[in-house]
Nanobody, 113 residues
């Protein structure tokens, strides 16, 4: 059984930082493209970051320069470093094995003073 388990979501002040983790089990994801997505209440799920096998990242303009995706294949873990967060970053953040179509259950990030 493939499982993706996100952690690290929290309440953070604007301008602060947070690191999300996604622990993957049940699949060898070293050759897979992995990603982070987010969904705010009443909104569609949006793409946040992708990292391909070999570590090549990609970001939309909304988070470029503030967020950083990385992967540790030895630990079967994908990370999302979030810096200079804004209230509009508030959402449930989901990890995805893009290559295989698997999703985690999400972790809540709230940016508020």
């Amino acid at each position: 059984q493939v499982l993706l388990v996100e952690s690290g979501g929290d309440l953070v002040q604007p301008g602060g930082s947070l690191r999300l983790s996604c622990q993957v089990s049940g699949t060898d994801f070293r050759s897979h493209s992995m990603g982070w997505f987010r969904q705010a209440p009443g909104e569609q799920r949006d793409w946040v970051a992708t990292i391909h096998a070999g570590g090549i990242p990609a970001y939309p303009p909304s988070v470029e320069g503030r967020f950083s995706i990385s992967r540790d294949d030895a630990k079967n873990t994908v990370y999302l470093q979030m810096n200079k967060v804004k209230p509009e970053d508030t959402a449930v953040y989901y990890c995805s094995d893009i290559s295989m179509g698997f999703w985690g259950q999400g972790t809540q990030v709230t940016v508020s003073s």
